[in-house]
Protein backbone atom coordinates (compact mmCIF):
# COMPACT_ATOMS: atom_id res chain seq x y z
CA UNK A 1 0.00 0.00 0.00
CA UNK A 2 3.30 2.33 1.10
CA UNK A 3 4.65 1.51 -2.51
CA UNK A 4 1.39 2.21 -4.16
CA UNK A 5 0.49 5.55 -2.35
CA UNK A 6 3.91 6.55 -3.16
CA UNK A 7 3.94 5.94 -6.91
CA UNK A 8 0.54 7.50 -6.84
CA UNK A 9 1.20 10.99 -5.48
CA UNK A 10 4.82 10.89 -7.77
CA UNK A 11 2.38 10.38 -10.88
CA UNK A 12 0.19 13.73 -9.65
CA UNK A 13 3.05 15.54 -8.39
CA UNK A 14 4.57 14.82 -11.92
CA UNK A 15 1.29 16.25 -13.59
CA UNK A 16 2.10 19.40 -12.10
CA UNK A 17 5.34 20.12 -12.31
CA UNK A 18 4.94 19.78 -16.03
CA UNK A 19 2.00 21.71 -15.95
CA UNK A 20 3.59 24.57 -14.13
CA UNK A 21 6.84 24.28 -16.15
CA UNK A 22 4.82 24.46 -19.42
CA UNK A 23 3.14 27.60 -18.05
CA UNK A 24 6.58 28.99 -16.64
CA UNK A 25 8.66 28.45 -19.82
CA UNK A 26 6.13 29.27 -22.13
CA UNK A 27 5.40 33.20 -20.50
CA UNK A 28 9.29 33.42 -20.60
CA UNK A 29 9.97 32.16 -24.15
CA UNK A 30 6.77 34.67 -24.86
CA UNK A 31 8.67 38.00 -22.88
CA UNK A 32 11.58 36.89 -25.07
CA UNK A 33 9.99 36.92 -28.14
CA UNK A 34 7.91 39.88 -27.42
CA UNK A 35 11.03 42.12 -25.90
CA UNK A 36 13.11 41.10 -29.47
CA UNK A 37 10.06 41.53 -31.34
CA UNK A 38 9.60 45.43 -30.57
CA UNK A 39 9.55 47.89 -33.12
CA UNK A 40 9.57 51.11 -32.61
CA UNK A 41 5.74 53.02 -32.08
CA UNK A 42 4.49 54.61 -35.29
CA UNK A 43 1.91 57.47 -33.30
CA UNK A 44 3.62 60.12 -31.92
CA UNK A 45 1.39 60.51 -29.29
CA UNK A 46 3.20 57.11 -28.14
CA UNK A 47 6.66 58.04 -28.02
CA UNK A 48 5.55 61.34 -26.08
CA UNK A 49 4.42 58.87 -23.35
CA UNK A 50 7.53 56.84 -23.03
CA UNK A 51 6.93 54.29 -25.25
CA UNK A 52 9.88 52.75 -26.83
CA UNK A 53 8.68 49.91 -28.79
CA UNK A 54 5.09 47.49 -29.34
CA UNK A 55 4.15 44.79 -31.10
CA UNK A 56 1.12 44.30 -32.26
CA UNK A 57 -0.27 41.02 -32.50
CA UNK A 58 -3.35 37.77 -33.56
CA UNK A 59 -4.01 35.67 -31.40
CA UNK A 60 -7.09 33.32 -30.53
CA UNK A 61 -9.23 35.56 -32.41
CA UNK A 62 -8.63 39.30 -30.92
CA UNK A 63 -6.20 41.73 -31.87
CA UNK A 64 -2.99 42.92 -29.47
CA UNK A 65 -1.23 45.81 -29.10
CA UNK A 66 1.73 45.58 -26.08
CA UNK A 67 3.53 48.12 -25.63
CA UNK A 68 6.89 48.51 -23.69
CA UNK A 69 8.12 51.42 -21.57
CA UNK A 70 11.87 52.82 -21.98
CA UNK A 71 11.70 53.62 -17.73
CA UNK A 72 8.67 54.23 -16.51
CA UNK A 73 4.99 54.95 -17.45
CA UNK A 74 4.12 58.30 -15.78
CA UNK A 75 1.27 56.82 -13.78
CA UNK A 76 1.54 52.94 -12.57
CA UNK A 77 -1.88 50.90 -12.53
CA UNK A 78 -2.56 49.37 -9.50
CA UNK A 79 -3.21 45.99 -11.55
CA UNK A 80 0.01 45.41 -12.31
CA UNK A 81 0.56 41.27 -13.79
CA UNK A 82 3.69 39.97 -11.99
CA UNK A 83 5.21 36.95 -13.12
CA UNK A 84 6.55 34.44 -10.21
CA UNK A 85 3.88 31.74 -8.88
CA UNK A 86 4.78 29.59 -11.47
CA UNK A 87 8.28 29.82 -11.55
CA UNK A 88 8.29 28.64 -7.81
CA UNK A 89 5.62 26.15 -8.12
CA UNK A 90 7.56 24.49 -10.82
CA UNK A 91 10.53 24.52 -8.66
CA UNK A 92 8.45 23.41 -5.59
CA UNK A 93 6.45 20.41 -7.17
CA UNK A 94 10.35 19.44 -8.53
CA UNK A 95 11.84 19.29 -5.67
CA UNK A 96 8.58 17.12 -3.87
CA UNK A 97 9.33 14.78 -6.81
CA UNK A 98 12.91 14.97 -6.61
CA UNK A 99 12.69 13.54 -2.44
CA UNK A 100 9.32 11.50 -3.39
CA UNK A 101 11.24 9.14 -5.86
CA UNK A 102 15.20 9.79 -5.38
CA UNK A 103 15.64 10.74 -1.65
CA UNK A 104 12.60 8.12 -0.21
CA UNK A 105 15.18 5.32 -2.19
CA UNK A 106 18.68 6.81 -1.91
CA UNK A 107 20.07 3.71 -2.24
CA UNK A 108 18.68 2.34 -5.41
CA UNK A 109 18.78 6.15 -7.30
CA UNK A 110 21.38 8.52 -5.95
CA UNK A 111 24.66 6.07 -4.79
CA UNK A 112 26.71 4.64 -7.78
CA UNK A 113 27.93 1.92 -7.07
CA UNK A 114 30.57 1.58 -10.04
CA UNK A 115 31.53 5.46 -9.39
CA UNK A 116 35.44 6.03 -9.73
CA UNK A 117 35.56 7.51 -6.54
CA UNK A 118 35.39 4.66 -3.99
CA UNK A 119 33.92 6.54 -1.07
CA UNK A 120 31.25 7.90 -3.34
CA UNK A 121 30.33 4.22 -4.23
CA UNK A 122 30.20 3.28 -0.32
CA UNK A 123 28.16 6.40 0.73
CA UNK A 124 24.85 5.53 2.75
CA UNK A 125 21.88 6.58 1.82
CA UNK A 126 21.31 9.62 4.19
CA UNK A 127 25.20 10.46 3.42
CA UNK A 128 23.88 10.46 -0.41
CA UNK A 129 20.66 12.97 0.50
CA UNK A 130 22.82 15.39 2.11
CA UNK A 131 25.13 15.51 -0.47
CA UNK A 132 22.44 15.90 -3.26
CA UNK A 133 20.87 18.47 -1.16
CA UNK A 134 24.62 20.33 -0.78
CA UNK A 135 25.23 19.97 -4.05
CA UNK A 136 22.24 22.04 -5.33
CA UNK A 137 22.86 24.19 -2.44
CA UNK A 138 26.52 24.85 -3.94
CA UNK A 139 25.30 25.51 -7.40
CA UNK A 140 23.17 28.38 -6.83
CA UNK A 141 25.88 30.13 -4.48
CA UNK A 142 29.03 29.46 -6.77
CA UNK A 143 26.68 30.65 -9.86
CA UNK A 144 25.42 33.59 -8.30
CA UNK A 145 29.05 34.36 -6.74
CA UNK A 146 30.40 34.22 -10.36
CA UNK A 147 27.57 36.82 -11.35
CA UNK A 148 28.48 39.24 -8.46
CA UNK A 149 31.88 39.36 -8.75
CA UNK A 150 32.57 38.99 -12.70
CA UNK A 151 29.72 41.56 -13.97
CA UNK A 152 28.56 43.25 -10.76
CA UNK A 153 27.45 46.21 -12.45
CA UNK A 154 26.95 44.18 -15.94
CA UNK A 155 29.40 45.26 -17.93
CA UNK A 156 31.33 41.92 -18.11
CA UNK A 157 27.96 39.95 -19.13
CA UNK A 158 30.46 37.77 -22.17
CA UNK A 159 33.02 37.10 -20.00
CA UNK A 160 30.00 36.05 -17.25
CA UNK A 161 28.34 33.73 -19.47
CA UNK A 162 31.85 31.69 -20.22
CA UNK A 163 32.30 31.20 -16.91
CA UNK A 164 28.73 29.86 -16.19
CA UNK A 165 29.26 27.51 -18.96
CA UNK A 166 32.76 26.52 -17.54
CA UNK A 167 30.92 25.86 -14.60
CA UNK A 168 27.91 23.61 -15.76
CA UNK A 169 31.09 21.22 -17.46
CA UNK A 170 32.09 20.95 -13.95
CA UNK A 171 29.09 20.47 -12.48
CA UNK A 172 28.17 17.72 -14.93
CA UNK A 173 31.19 16.12 -13.91
CA UNK A 174 31.07 16.04 -10.38
CA UNK A 175 27.45 14.81 -10.43
CA UNK A 176 28.70 11.90 -13.05
CA UNK A 177 31.10 11.18 -10.77
CA UNK A 178 29.46 11.53 -7.28
CA UNK A 179 25.47 9.87 -7.71
CA UNK A 180 24.05 7.37 -10.06
CA UNK A 181 23.79 8.64 -14.00
CA UNK A 182 20.04 8.96 -14.00
CA UNK A 183 20.45 11.12 -10.84
CA UNK A 184 23.45 12.71 -12.04
CA UNK A 185 21.40 14.25 -15.51
CA UNK A 186 18.55 14.92 -13.13
CA UNK A 187 20.32 17.07 -10.39
CA UNK A 188 22.19 19.15 -13.26
CA UNK A 189 19.36 19.86 -14.91
CA UNK A 190 18.47 20.88 -10.96
CA UNK A 191 21.17 23.08 -10.55
CA UNK A 192 20.46 25.39 -13.57
CA UNK A 193 16.36 25.32 -13.07
CA UNK A 194 17.62 25.96 -9.17
CA UNK A 195 19.43 28.76 -10.49
CA UNK A 196 16.13 29.92 -12.55
CA UNK A 197 14.13 30.32 -9.74
CA UNK A 198 16.37 31.54 -7.36
CA UNK A 199 17.17 34.34 -10.11
CA UNK A 200 13.87 34.96 -10.00
CA UNK A 201 13.29 34.89 -6.10
CA UNK A 202 16.33 36.62 -4.93
CA UNK A 203 16.79 38.68 -7.94
CA UNK A 204 14.39 39.83 -10.48
CA UNK A 205 11.73 39.87 -8.16
CA UNK A 206 12.74 42.09 -5.30
CA UNK A 207 14.32 44.42 -8.20
CA UNK A 208 10.94 44.91 -9.30
CA UNK A 209 9.84 45.14 -6.24
CA UNK A 210 12.09 48.29 -5.95
CA UNK A 211 11.59 49.93 -8.75
CA UNK A 212 7.58 49.84 -8.58
CA UNK A 213 8.73 51.65 -4.84
CA UNK A 214 10.60 54.07 -6.34
CA UNK A 215 8.01 54.50 -8.94
CA UNK A 216 5.47 55.28 -6.92
CA UNK A 217 7.32 57.22 -4.49
CA UNK A 218 7.92 59.74 -7.20
CA UNK A 219 11.92 58.92 -7.74
CA UNK A 220 14.12 57.69 -10.59
CA UNK A 221 14.58 53.75 -9.95
CA UNK A 222 18.36 52.31 -9.34
CA UNK A 223 19.18 51.45 -12.99
CA UNK A 224 21.05 48.41 -11.95
CA UNK A 225 17.83 46.84 -10.77
CA UNK A 226 16.64 46.70 -14.43
CA UNK A 227 20.07 45.50 -15.93
CA UNK A 228 20.69 43.00 -13.37
CA UNK A 229 17.48 41.42 -14.07
CA UNK A 230 17.59 41.41 -17.33
CA UNK A 231 21.50 39.43 -17.11
CA UNK A 232 19.55 37.38 -15.18
CA UNK A 233 16.35 36.67 -17.33
CA UNK A 234 19.26 36.38 -20.03
CA UNK A 235 20.36 33.60 -18.43
CA UNK A 236 17.55 31.61 -17.77
CA UNK A 237 16.54 32.02 -21.29
CA UNK A 238 19.45 29.81 -22.08
CA UNK A 239 18.99 27.69 -19.35
CA UNK A 240 15.42 26.29 -20.47
CA UNK A 241 16.08 24.45 -23.32
CA UNK A 242 18.99 22.11 -21.53
CA UNK A 243 16.78 21.92 -17.98
CA UNK A 244 13.84 20.22 -20.22
CA UNK A 245 16.10 18.19 -21.64
CA UNK A 246 17.83 16.71 -18.50
CA UNK A 247 14.68 16.17 -16.73
CA UNK A 248 13.08 14.33 -19.33
CA UNK A 249 16.76 12.00 -20.19
CA UNK A 250 15.44 9.45 -17.06
CA UNK A 251 14.61 6.81 -19.53
CA UNK A 252 17.64 7.14 -21.97
CA UNK A 253 20.56 4.69 -19.94
CA UNK A 254 22.52 5.05 -23.20
CA UNK A 255 23.37 8.66 -22.32
CA UNK A 256 23.27 8.70 -18.76
CA UNK A 257 24.95 5.63 -17.91
CA UNK A 258 27.58 5.70 -20.44
CA UNK A 259 31.31 6.16 -19.06
CA UNK A 260 31.64 9.78 -20.27
CA UNK A 261 28.01 10.97 -19.28
CA UNK A 262 29.56 13.88 -18.55
CA UNK A 263 30.59 14.78 -21.97
CA UNK A 264 27.32 13.77 -23.14
CA UNK A 265 25.75 16.07 -20.96
CA UNK A 266 27.70 19.26 -21.50
CA UNK A 267 27.45 18.61 -25.55
CA UNK A 268 23.47 18.63 -24.77
CA UNK A 269 23.71 20.93 -22.35
CA UNK A 270 25.29 23.46 -25.04
CA UNK A 271 23.32 22.27 -28.09
CA UNK A 272 20.66 23.59 -26.34
CA UNK A 273 22.04 26.90 -25.41
CA UNK A 274 22.82 27.10 -28.86
CA UNK A 275 19.47 26.41 -30.60
CA UNK A 276 17.97 28.83 -28.24
CA UNK A 277 19.71 31.34 -29.56
CA UNK A 278 18.87 30.88 -32.76
CA UNK A 279 15.15 31.69 -31.53
CA UNK A 280 16.47 34.44 -29.48
CA UNK A 281 17.93 36.28 -32.70
CA UNK A 282 15.10 35.77 -35.21
CA UNK A 283 12.33 37.00 -32.54
CA UNK A 284 14.82 40.45 -33.38
CA UNK A 285 13.98 39.46 -37.20
CA UNK A 286 17.78 38.04 -37.66
CA UNK A 287 18.11 34.40 -39.02
CA UNK A 288 21.27 32.97 -37.97
CA UNK A 289 21.26 29.15 -39.33
CA UNK A 290 24.41 28.61 -37.73
CA UNK A 291 23.62 28.56 -34.31
CA UNK A 292 21.13 25.27 -34.47
CA UNK A 293 23.73 23.89 -37.17
CA UNK A 294 26.41 23.81 -34.56
CA UNK A 295 23.48 22.69 -32.30
CA UNK A 296 22.96 20.03 -34.10
CA UNK A 297 26.53 18.96 -34.64
CA UNK A 298 27.41 18.89 -31.29
CA UNK A 299 23.97 16.44 -30.71
CA UNK A 300 25.80 14.83 -33.38
CA UNK A 301 29.30 14.63 -31.64
CA UNK A 302 26.99 13.48 -28.65
CA UNK A 303 25.04 10.38 -30.64
CA UNK A 304 29.22 9.58 -31.58
CA UNK A 305 30.44 9.74 -27.84
CA UNK A 306 27.79 7.90 -26.89
CA UNK A 307 27.53 4.95 -29.74
CA UNK A 308 28.17 1.47 -28.18
CA UNK A 309 31.59 0.20 -27.95
CA UNK A 310 31.52 -2.83 -30.55
CA UNK A 311 28.60 -5.69 -31.02
CA UNK A 312 27.90 -7.70 -28.13
CA UNK A 313 30.09 -11.40 -27.92
CA UNK A 314 32.83 -9.59 -30.67
CA UNK A 315 35.44 -11.55 -28.27
CA UNK A 316 34.23 -14.58 -28.50
CA UNK A 317 35.32 -17.24 -30.41
CA UNK A 318 32.72 -17.76 -33.80
CA UNK A 319 33.03 -21.28 -32.93
CA UNK A 320 31.58 -20.31 -29.31
CA UNK A 321 27.82 -20.39 -29.20
CA UNK A 322 28.07 -18.72 -26.39
CA UNK A 323 25.92 -19.01 -23.14
CA UNK A 324 22.74 -20.65 -23.53
CA UNK A 325 19.48 -18.90 -22.81
CA UNK A 326 18.47 -21.37 -19.85
CA UNK A 327 22.08 -19.99 -18.01
CA UNK A 328 21.12 -16.33 -19.28
CA UNK A 329 17.50 -16.54 -17.68
CA UNK A 330 19.57 -18.45 -14.60
CA UNK A 331 20.89 -14.99 -14.09
CA UNK A 332 18.22 -12.58 -14.92
CA UNK A 333 16.30 -14.91 -12.09
CA UNK A 334 18.77 -14.11 -9.48
CA UNK A 335 19.35 -10.78 -10.02
CA UNK A 336 16.45 -8.93 -11.87
CA UNK A 337 13.63 -10.81 -10.96
CA UNK A 338 13.32 -9.55 -7.74
CA UNK A 339 12.36 -6.15 -9.20
CA UNK A 340 11.56 -7.24 -12.91
CA UNK A 341 8.77 -9.55 -12.62
CA UNK A 342 4.94 -9.53 -12.13
CA UNK A 343 4.83 -9.13 -8.75
CA UNK A 344 7.84 -7.77 -7.34
CA UNK A 345 9.52 -9.55 -4.30
CA UNK A 346 11.47 -6.35 -3.91
CA UNK A 347 10.34 -4.14 -1.05
CA UNK A 348 8.59 -0.69 -2.56
CA UNK A 349 7.93 -2.01 -5.66
CA UNK A 350 4.62 -2.69 -6.59
CA UNK A 351 4.37 -3.34 -9.94
CA UNK A 352 7.52 -4.34 -12.26
CA UNK A 353 9.54 -1.14 -12.42
CA UNK A 354 9.47 0.63 -15.97
CA UNK A 355 6.72 -1.80 -17.16
CA UNK A 356 9.71 -4.56 -17.39
CA UNK A 357 8.87 -8.13 -16.16
CA UNK A 358 11.38 -11.14 -16.84
CA UNK A 359 8.86 -13.85 -15.20
CA UNK A 360 9.20 -16.16 -18.00
CA UNK A 361 12.61 -16.97 -20.33
CA UNK A 362 10.77 -16.01 -23.32
CA UNK A 363 10.46 -12.20 -22.06
CA UNK A 364 13.86 -12.22 -21.18
CA UNK A 365 14.98 -13.47 -24.88
CA UNK A 366 12.80 -10.94 -26.67
CA UNK A 367 14.81 -8.32 -24.28
CA UNK A 368 17.81 -9.33 -25.16
CA UNK A 369 18.97 -6.08 -26.70
CA UNK A 370 18.07 -3.50 -24.01
CA UNK A 371 18.98 -6.55 -21.35
CA UNK A 372 22.29 -5.81 -22.60
CA UNK A 373 22.63 -2.56 -23.00
CA UNK A 374 21.69 -1.95 -18.97
CA UNK A 375 24.07 -4.50 -17.77
CA UNK A 376 26.77 -3.33 -19.24
CA UNK A 377 26.26 0.29 -18.85
CA UNK A 378 26.59 -1.11 -15.12
CA UNK A 379 23.03 0.49 -14.49
CA UNK A 380 21.05 -2.20 -13.63
CA UNK A 381 20.57 -4.36 -11.49
CA UNK A 382 19.37 -0.84 -10.37
CA UNK A 383 22.22 -0.06 -7.24
CA UNK A 384 23.58 -3.48 -8.05
CA UNK A 385 21.22 -4.09 -5.29
CA UNK A 386 21.68 -7.68 -6.21
CA UNK A 387 25.14 -8.09 -6.11
CA UNK A 388 25.52 -9.27 -9.61
CA UNK A 389 29.34 -10.50 -10.29
CA UNK A 390 31.63 -9.61 -13.60
CA UNK A 391 31.26 -13.34 -14.87
CA UNK A 392 27.72 -13.01 -15.01
CA UNK A 393 28.02 -9.28 -17.10
CA UNK A 394 30.54 -10.83 -19.35
CA UNK A 395 27.44 -14.11 -19.75
CA UNK A 396 25.15 -11.65 -20.88
CA UNK A 397 27.24 -9.31 -23.15
CA UNK A 398 28.47 -12.84 -24.61
CA UNK A 399 24.87 -14.05 -24.78
CA UNK A 400 24.13 -14.17 -28.73
CA UNK A 401 21.03 -15.42 -30.94
C1 LIG B 1 16.33 -3.16 -7.15
C2 LIG B 1 15.38 -3.25 -8.19
C3 LIG B 1 15.88 -3.57 -9.58
C4 LIG B 1 16.69 -4.62 -9.97
C5 LIG B 1 17.30 -5.70 -9.12
C6 LIG B 1 16.82 -4.50 -11.41
N1 LIG B 1 16.13 -3.41 -11.87
FE1 LIG B 1 15.92 -2.84 -13.79
N2 LIG B 1 14.86 -1.23 -13.21
C7 LIG B 1 14.54 -0.92 -11.91
C8 LIG B 1 13.85 0.35 -11.89
C9 LIG B 1 13.30 1.07 -10.67
C10 LIG B 1 13.77 0.79 -13.23
C11 LIG B 1 13.15 2.06 -13.73
C12 LIG B 1 14.15 3.10 -13.80
C13 LIG B 1 13.78 4.13 -14.80
O1 LIG B 1 12.64 4.60 -14.79
O2 LIG B 1 14.67 4.46 -15.60
C14 LIG B 1 14.41 -0.23 -14.02
C15 LIG B 1 14.52 -0.15 -15.39
C16 LIG B 1 15.05 -1.15 -16.17
C17 LIG B 1 15.09 -1.12 -17.60
C18 LIG B 1 14.57 0.00 -18.48
C19 LIG B 1 15.65 1.05 -18.55
C20 LIG B 1 15.20 2.30 -19.22
O3 LIG B 1 16.04 2.86 -19.89
O4 LIG B 1 14.05 2.71 -19.04
C21 LIG B 1 15.68 -2.27 -17.99
C22 LIG B 1 15.93 -2.74 -19.43
C23 LIG B 1 16.03 -3.01 -16.82
N3 LIG B 1 15.64 -2.30 -15.73
C24 LIG B 1 16.65 -4.23 -16.81
C25 LIG B 1 17.13 -4.86 -15.67
C26 LIG B 1 17.93 -6.07 -15.68
C27 LIG B 1 18.36 -6.80 -16.94
C28 LIG B 1 18.18 -6.37 -14.39
C29 LIG B 1 19.01 -7.52 -13.87
C30 LIG B 1 20.34 -7.63 -14.39
C31 LIG B 1 17.53 -5.37 -13.56
N4 LIG B 1 16.91 -4.47 -14.39
C32 LIG B 1 17.54 -5.38 -12.19
C33 LIG B 1 14.77 -1.68 -10.79
C34 LIG B 1 15.56 -2.81 -10.78
Known sequence: MQAYLLDFANFMMRWLHVIAAIAWIGESIYFVMLDNGLKPPKEESCRKKGVFGEMWAVHGGGFYHNQKYATSPEKLPDDLHWSFWKSYATWLSGFALFVMLYMANPSFYLVDPNSNWQWAAEMSGWQANVLALLFLVAGWVVYNELCKRISPDMQRDG???????????????????????RAAFLLTGAVMATAMSANVFFWIIPGQRRMVAAMKAGEAPNPLDGKRGKQRSVHNTYFTLPVV??????????????????????????????????????????IKPAYPAAGVALIALAFWVGAPAGSSGQNRDSADAGPSIDEIHEIVETRCTACHAKEPSQEGFNSPPAGIAYDSADQVLSQREQIQQVVASGYMPLGNMTEMTDEEREAIAAWSE
Open 159 to 181: LLSVAVAVMMVVVAYLSTQLFAG
Open 245 to 286: LLMISNHYSFAYSHEHAWVIMSLFIFAGALIRQFFVLMHSGS
